[in-house]
């Protein structure tokens, strides 16, 4: 059973600092991993999607890489602002078998970044 | 793209009574996804349907819970005798998925999720 690990569990910075969040996963087995950014009491909105034979991928102040072998992928933010306050969300994606169709979502990682 | 919808945004119910929720995903989107979120935790998949065929199913969908999208294009997820342990946020997504083959480059889109509080 394919399970996603988040840390830090929360993360408070001052504006205008870099910082990485991190994802594990525990079944090497993936098509993809996606980052998601959800503002409190709404919806989910995806960030990054890489593939599994991406290495990593780049939007804006946004990098994600991928280490497929070990398991783990780590989200970049450049030059946090407070509006990059949010909860981020790394989810996987299983290669086969009957759980092809589905997200397996990390429990999140809570980010604040104050002026 | 107008984006998924859900509907309603909110639902207070009490205990013992049925609620259905609503998704109308991107149109063209040809699969559309439920998952299942409470406080603090990432969401959990619930059930899948590619068209009209339902797919996959979660073990947490226990067999007060049933989800059909009849024609292919809007879902509707009905949970019978509501108990409090089924008070989270129930959430939609969609993507455009070629054909049977698995896709390997495909995002889900979510939309922004109903919240169900029964008492």
């Known amino acids: 059973k394919q399970e996603v690990t988040q840390i830090p569990a929360a993360l408070s910075v001052p504006e205008g600092e870099n910082l990485v969040l991190n994802c594990s996963f525990t079944?090497?087995?993936?098509?993809?991993l996606q980052w998601f950014r959800q503002d409190p009491g709404k919806g989910l909105t995806s960030l990054l999607l890489?593939?599994?034979?991406?290495r990593e991928q780049t939007s804006g102040r946004l990098n994600a890489s991928l280490d497929k072998s070990s398991g783990r992928s780590t989200l970049y933010i450049a030059a946090s602002q407070p509006g990059d306050s949010a909860t981020y969300l790394c989810?996987?994606?299983?290669?086969?078998?009957?759980?092809?169709?589905?997200?397996?979502f990390g429990q999140g990682t809570i980010l604040t970044v104050h002026p | 793209d107008t984006g998924v919808s859900q509907d309603p945004r909110h639902k207070i119910t009490k205990r013992g009574q049925n609620v259905t929720f609503r998704c109308d995903p991107i149109?063209?989107?040809?699969?559309l996804y439920w998952y299942r979120q409470t406080l603090g935790q990432g969401p959990e998949f619930l059930t899948y349907?590619?068209?009209?065929?339902?797919?996959?199913k979660s073990r947490l969908l226990s067999d007060r819970f049933s989800a059909e999208r009849p024609k292919g294009s809007f879902s509707t997820l009905e949970i019978q005798r509501t108990e409090q342990g089924d008070s989270a946020m129930y959430l939609c997504?969609?993507?455009?998925?070629?054909?049977?083959?698995?896709?390997?480059?495909?995002?889900?889109?979510f939309g922004p999720g109903t919240r169900l509080l029964v008492l």
């Open positions: 997504a969609s993507s455009l998925g070629a054909g049977t083959r698995l896709p390997y480059q495909e995002t889900q889109y």
């Open positions: 079944d090497s087995a993936i098509y993809n």
């Open positions: 890489i593939q599994s034979s991406q």
């Open positions: 989810a996987v994606r299983g290669a086969g078998g009957t759980s092809y169709g589905k997200l397996t």
């Open positions: 149109s063209e989107h040809n699969r």
């Open positions: 349907f590619q068209n009209e065929a339902q797919l996959e």
